[in-house]
C-alpha cells in the first residue's frame, strides 16, 4: 500500500533520535591536476531532527508533483497520438548512451583507450492516408561528434526532416517530444530555431513538448538498444570492424536484415550548423 506524507511524517515523529545522518547529491569542487571543477558526488552529512523534517517535506512535494506531471505528459502525449491530423508528425526523439566501438581481437592499448560515437534515435509517427492508422518509423542519426550540443541536435534536425517528408510528403507541422537538458534541446538559441522552423524546412511548423527530468524509459531507448546490439553482433560474428561512426552504419546495416529501423551518418561539420545558429541573433 503506498504511504501517504503524513504518514511518512508520522513514522518520523516516532524516531527518539536527534541528528539524522543521511546522503545527499550535491554538487562539490573537485581538484584535478591543479585544476578546480564541479562535480555531482554523494556527500554525508548530519541534520537535527527538525531540519530533516523540513527537508523531507520539501522533497515529497517536490516528487509528488513531479511524478504528477509525468503521468500528465504521457497521457497528452498518448492523446496527440490518437488525434493526429493526416499532415502531422511526431518527431519522439533522444540522445543514447554513445556507443563505445570495439573489435573482436584488440591490442591492450586500443581496449583502454577506445574511441565513441553518439548515436540519436528517432521515432516519427504519422497518420496512414489508406487506412488512417498511426504509424511509426525508427531511425538512428549515428555521428563522430561527440559534442551534443543544440548545433549537433539541428544538425540532425536537417537530416530528419528529409525521412518525414518521404513518409508524409504533404507535412504542414512537426512536433517534436524530447526531455529538457538546457544544454541540447532547450538553450536560448534553440528557441529561435524552433520560433523559424518554418524559414528553415520550406514552411513546416514545429511545436516542441519537454517531458519531465527522470521520466521513464521510452520508445527511443529501445531504439538505440537495438542499434547497439546489432553492431555488438557484427563485431562479434568477426563480420565488421567498428571504429567510427561510418563503420557503426555499416554494421547495423549488415545485421539489420529486416530493415525495419534506418540508419543515417551524420556526415555535415556540425561547426557549419552552429554558425547557421549564431546567425539568426
Not at 563505445?100 to 581481437?105: G, K, P, R, T, V
Not at 591492450?108 to 565513441?116: D, E, L, P, R, V
Not at 520550406?202 to 520508445?219: Q, V
Not at 546490439?229 to 555499416?250: C, E, G, P, Y
Request: proline share 2%.
Amino acid at each position: 500500500m503506498r504511504n501517504s506524507d503524513n504518514d511518512i511524517l508520522a513514522a518520523l515523529d516516532n524516531v527518539t533520535e536527534s541528528q539524522v545522518k543521511l546522503t545527499e547529491w550535491k554538487r562539490v569542487d573537485v581538484e584535478k591536476k591543479g585544476i578546480f571543477f564541479k562535480r555531482m558526488q554523494i556527500v554525508a552529512t548530519e541534520k537535527t531532527k527538525e531540519q530533516f523534517r523540513e527537508i523531507l517535506c520539501k522533497e515529497l512535494r517536490e516528487f509528488r508533483g513531479h511524478i504528477e506531471r509525468v503521468k500528465i505528459q504521457y497521457v497528452q502525449s498518448k492523446k496527440l497520438k490518437e488525434i493526429l491530423p493526416m499532415n502531422h508528425a511526431i518527431c519522439h526523439m533522444d540522445f543514447a548512451e554513445n556507443y563505445a566501438c570495439s573489435i573482436a581481437e584488440e591490442v591492450q592499448s586500443a581496449y583502454i583507450n577506445k574511441s565513441a560515437v553518439t548515436l540519436h534515435p528517432v521515432v516519427i509517427h504519422t497518420r496512414n492516408t489508406e487506412n488512417q492508422d498511426v504509424q511509426h518509423k525508427s531511425i538512428v542519426v549515428d555521428s563522430d561528434e561527440l559534442v551534443n550540443s543544440d548545433a549537433t541536435v539541428f544538425a540532425i534536425i536537417k537530416n530528419i526532416i528529409p525521412e518525414v517528408k518521404s513518409i508524409l510528403q504533404n507535412v504542414q507541422t512537426i512536433h517534436y517530444m524530447t526531455d529538457s537538458p538546457t544544454t541540447q534541446y532547450r538553450t536560448t538559441q534553440f528557441f529561435s530555431v524552433i520560433t523559424n522552423h518554418d524559414k528553415f524546412f520550406e514552411g513546416i511548423n514545429a511545436t516542441w513538448l519537454y517531458f519531465e527530468a527522470g521520466h521513464r524509459k521510452g520508445p527511443c531507448d529501445r531504439v538505440g538498444g537495438t542499434a547497439k546490439r546489432l553492431a555488438d553482433m557484427a563485431v562479434k560474428r568477426l563480420s565488421s570492424i567498428i571504429q567510427s561512426a561510418r563503420d557503426f552504419l555499416n554494421g547495423v546495416n549488415l545485421k539489420n536484415t529486416a530493415r525495419r529501423n534506418t540508419y543515417l551518418y551524420l556526415g555535415q561539420p556540425v561547426q557549419k550548423h552552429l554558425m547557421n545558429l549564431l546567425d539568426l541573433g
